[in-house]
Every structure is written in structure tokens, then in C-alpha cells.
């Protein structure tokens, strides 16, 4: 079956590159899945019984909320027609673009975040790597489930505003995984409602209390299959199915060959999980350190510490890209178009950016466009690009667009369990 495979590839476009083995998905208890989607999908998690995992990864939106930034705590409504709520706005901005599910339970997915601030090491206890600590891994399956635990404790995103519930008090307090803490809480509230309390003896032993490593293990398995997208015309083309347009096909010889896309854009998934600097406009409150004062965002530096590492993020899947937008660390960019076009020549394009196309809504705009203002930090961006100046023509473009279309699994895309029309909690569901 290898052998038949490689000739596939050899023969259909992908310019005789091995694109290594397929993507392999873990079997999922059904069990566990369903009640993952209703955990994922339903408020209770929040500090303020508000907000869920899907009101800023939601399937409408391709698994993102279609917004640049995000606006979680303080903010009313879905996607992009979610605003600020004036009488409670939020005491933080979100820095960095809800990034898409696609594909993360795949066993090769070991890194999440834009900065990879979290990643799987065998060195590390629990074989995960996290700022948060060694004590902060332990009950959980993956890192996959581990990323479940930065959300609930981030008050801009669930958590909620400092004081103003219990959730929120114990993490001002630094009570996370302790007993009583933050996670406790949460997870008593899910132990308390009969639903919920029922679905995890079946899963687990039976009346065993329920930890917040439980809700975030069933979480991931719920997005290990709702979120796979592998069967996309680019899939089928390539195990010897119906061939791509012929737009598409010039588009994927561009991708894996003149446009050198797939030196970072590599395998199934078109990604090599690593970082690099690609010169994006910094827009937005940025990620600064602690004591700097303007709105910049350097990227994997802060993880590594490493000079080198400054302004890169980490590669994202290519899978369902054209329904994942705004594109960039931030959402920069608004169009696939214009993300394609920035990858051309990404320092022209940083120093003639056009914010106007930004998907959010501002508090402070003034600091929102403070670094593209900044000489000194677009200078040190612009030095920091891996990218060489790439010529294509209109059509050329079209083509690569027409690729990256390709790569939309349409099936994965309208949904297996889809959104609940009601969750245990009785908490309203963001459809």
C-alpha cells in the first residue's frame, strides 16, 4: 500500500514529495465524545456561567469565531457580531487570533498555541512542557487535553473579571489545581447537576469524584473527532481518487514547487510544527513582557528566551484554511488573498499594511496601531523575515487560492455531532 501511495503522489502534483505517512486519529469511546460535546458547548466552564470553549471556536466560524481578536469575558453575541458589553466590558484585550481545531487530535499535533507554549516533552513530568508548572499536568491524557487548562484560568477569556466570582477569586489567588481552587470549582459544578453526574459513571468508575482533568480529557476526545478533516478533494486526488481542476493542480505544483510553500507548509497537514518569522503586522494590545510598555508581540521568544526565536509563531495547518479567517497571529489579515499575498514579499507588505481590513472591535484604538506607527519595532520585525521575495502574477495567485480551497473537507466541515441544541446546565447555547 506504501509503494502505491508514493507513486500517487509521484504522479498527481505533489512534485514527487513524500508527504510521509497519513494522519493517524485515535479511536474515541462514543460515550466519551458526547459528553465532551456537551461540556465543550455548554457555559458552566466559565467563571461567570457565560461563556464556552465554542463561543470563540465555533463551528460556524471553521472552528475560530471569525473575529482577528477575540473578545471573551466582557463581550456579547457570536463571531463577528460579538461586541463589548458596555456595562461590563472587559479588563484585559485578548493579544493573539483564536486559532482553528482542525486535525489537533491527530497524534502528530503536539504543540498548541501560536508560541507552542505548551508542547509535549518526555523530559518533563506528566511529558508535558507548560509554564504553568509541573503540578498543573497531572490527570491529564494528552496535551491536547492539558490545553483545556489555560482558557478557565485566563480572566479575559473565561475566567471572568478579578472578584467577581468564584472561579475568578481563586485564580487572583493563585488556587488552581489545589483542593478548593479553581479547577474544583469548576468541576463541582459540573458534578452537581444530575446529567453530567450520570454520563461520567458511565465512563468512569462509578460515582468517582469528577476533577477538571476528567471534563478536559472527554473535551479533547469530543474534539478529536468533531474537529478531524481528512477527506478533502486534495485527500482523494492523492490516494488516487478524482483529480483536482486544473487550476487547483497548477495551484499545488505553485504550493510544492516555484512558490516553496511547502518548505514550512509540509506533509498531510501542511505543517511543520516549527516557527518562523514571516514579518506580520503587529496589530492589537500585543504580548508584551511585563515591562515594556508598547503593543508588540515577539512570539516564540517569550517561551525559549532565545534571540533567535524572536517574531516567530508556529505554523498553522493548512486544513479548511479558506473558512478559518482572519488570518495571522493576530488576524492581521482578513483574506486568504491578502495572507497569500502578504507571503509573496512580507516586508513590502508589512510596511504598506492596510489595517482597515481588521476584524475586531476597538478600546483603545490608538494602541491597537501603535507598532505599525513604531519604526524602530517594524525595522526589527522586517529583520527578523525568513521569506524571500517571491514574483507571481494574478494568476498565479488564483491558482494557489484555488489549492488551498482544495484542502476543505466539506463533510468535516457541516459537522458530525454538531452544536447541542441544549446542554445540561440549562445554560444558553451559543448556536
Known amino acids: 500500500m506504501k509503494w502505491m501511495i508514493a507513486g500517487l503522489l509521484m504522479a498527481t502534483g505533489a512534485q514527487a514529495q513524500d508527504l510521509g505517512p497519513r494522519p493517524v486519529f485515535p479511536e474515541m469511546d462514543p460515550a466519551r465524545v458526547q459528553l465532551g460535546q456537551l461540556l465543550f458547548f455548554d457555559p458552566i466552564l466559565s467563571g461567570n456561567r457565560n461563556i464556552s470553549c465554542g463561543t470563540c471556536h465555533h463551528p460556524r466560524f471553521g472552528t475560530s469565531d ?29 493579544p493573539r487570533n483564536a486559532p482553528a481545531l482542525w486535525n489537533v487530535g491527530a497524534t502528530e499535533f503536539n504543540t498548541f498555541f501560536h508560541d507552542g507554549r505548551l508542547e509535549a516533552d518526555p523530559q518533563k513530568p506528566g511529558g508535558i512542557r507548560t509554564p504553568l508548572g509541573a503540578d498543573m499536568v497531572v490527570g491529564f491524557d494528552s496535551v491536547l487535553s492539558a490545553q483545556a487548562m489555560f482558557p478557565v484560568l485566563a480572566n479575559d477569556e473565561m475566567a471572568g473579571h478579578y472578584s467577581e466570582n468564584d472561579v475568578s ?4 489567588l493563585g488556587h488552581l489545581s489545589v483542593k478548593d481552587g479553581a479547577w474544583d470549582k469548576i468541576a463541582a ?29 472527554v473535551i479533547a476526545d469530543f474534539t478529536r473527532v468533531e474537529w478531524r478533516a481528512d477527506d478533502s478533494p486534495f485527500d482523494r486526488a492523492m490516494m488516487g481518487g478524482p483529480p483536482l481542476s486544473a487550476e487547483a493542480t497548477r495551484g499545488q505544483d505553485l504550493f510544492y514547487g516555484e512558490a516553496g510553500c511547502s518548505s514550512c507548509h509540509s506533509g498531510w497537514l501542511q505543517t511543520d510544527h516549527s516557527y518562523h518569522a514571516i514579518a506580520m503586522p503587529q496589530i492589537g494590545p500585543g504580548k508584551a513582557a511585563p515591562f ?71 478600546i483603545e484604538p490608538a494602541d491597537d496601531w501603535r ?42 466541515a457541516k459537522g458530525r455531532l454538531g452544536v447541542p441544541v441544549k446542554v445540561p446546565s440549562g445554560l444558553p447555547v451559543d448556536q
Open 292 to 362: 515594556e510598555t508598547h503593543a508588540r508581540d515577539a512570539g516564540r521568544i517569550r517561551v525559549t528566551g532565545e534571540q533567535s526565536d524572536e517574531y516567530k509563531f508556529l505554523t498553522p495547518s493548512l486544513r479548511n484554511v479558506a473558512q478559518t479567517g482572519p488570518y495571522g497571529h493576530n488576524g492581521a489579515y482578513a483574506s486568504l488573498e491578502a495572507v497569500v499575498r502578504h507571503h509573496l514579499d512580507p516586508v513590502a507588505s508589512l510596511y504598506s499594511y492596510d489595517p482597515s481590513q481588521v476584524l475586531f472591535h476597538e
Open 169 to 172: 477569586q481563586a485564580v487572583r
Open 66 to 94: 471569525g473575529m482577528s481578536l477575540s473578545i471573551g469575558e466582557g463581550g456579547v453575541g457570536l463571531g463577528p457580531d460579538r461586541r463589548i458589553d458596555p456595562n461590563n466590558p472587559p479588563e484585559d484585550r485578548m
Open 189 to 217: 459544578r459540573v458534578e452537581a447537576i444530575p446529567e453530567y453526574r450520570r454520563a461520567f459513571d458511565a465512563v468512569l468508575e462509578e460515582q468517582r469524584p469528577i476533577k477538571f482533568t476528567d471534563i478536559a480529557n
Open 371 to 412: 507598532v505599525l506607527t513604531d519604526s524602530d519595532e517594524l525595522a526589527r520585525i522586517s529583520a527578523a523575515n525568513e521569506l524571500v521575495p517571491i514574483a507571481l502574477g494574478d494568476d498565479d495567485v488564483s491558482d494557489l487560492l484555488a489549492f488551498l480551497h482544495s484542502l476543505t473537507d466539506t463533510g468535516a
